[in-house]
């Protein structure tokens, strides 16, 4: 399985960026994917998910309101649009995929999810 995440970038404060996460090796309809990120010297934290079907999204309250997840599942591709960007979203961000039995499940904590990819940098210039 290898989720290849790219899209990363240097933006300025009050920019957009445009996340993609391609997947590989697994039956991409059958997974939920996530997006988390981890900033230097923090831990890892949740960003946004979305459930199987695409019918269920789920954002962190830090980035509520600024974030779209998006899925694709004829690319085998999951989306983040982040807009309104802030110094403080500067950070490594990682997509990941969790096997899930419901259409409309939605998963916020990084051990439930299988597989991870590599990262991508984003970094939000003052």
């Known amino acids: 399985v290898q989720l290849q995440a790219s899209g990363g970038g240097l933006v300025q404060a009050g920019g957009s960026l445009r996340l993609s996460c391609a997947a590989s090796?697994?039956?991409?309809?059958?997974?939920?994917m996530g997006w988390f990120r981890q900033a230097p010297g923090k831990e890892r934290e949740f960003v946004a998910t979305i459930s199987r079907s695409g019918g269920n999204t789920y954002y962190a309250d830090s980035m509520k309101g600024r974030l779209t997840i998006s899925r694709d599942d004829a690319k085998n591709t999951v989306y983040l649009q982040m807009n309104s960007l802030k110094p403080e979203d500067t950070a490594v961000y990682y997509c990941a995929a969790v096997r899930s039995l419901s259409l409309l499940g939605y998963f916020y904590t990084a051990e439930r999810y299988n597989y991870w990819g590599q990262g991508t940098l984003v970094t939000v210039s003052s």
């Open positions: 090796g697994l039956t991409f309809k059958n997974y939920g």
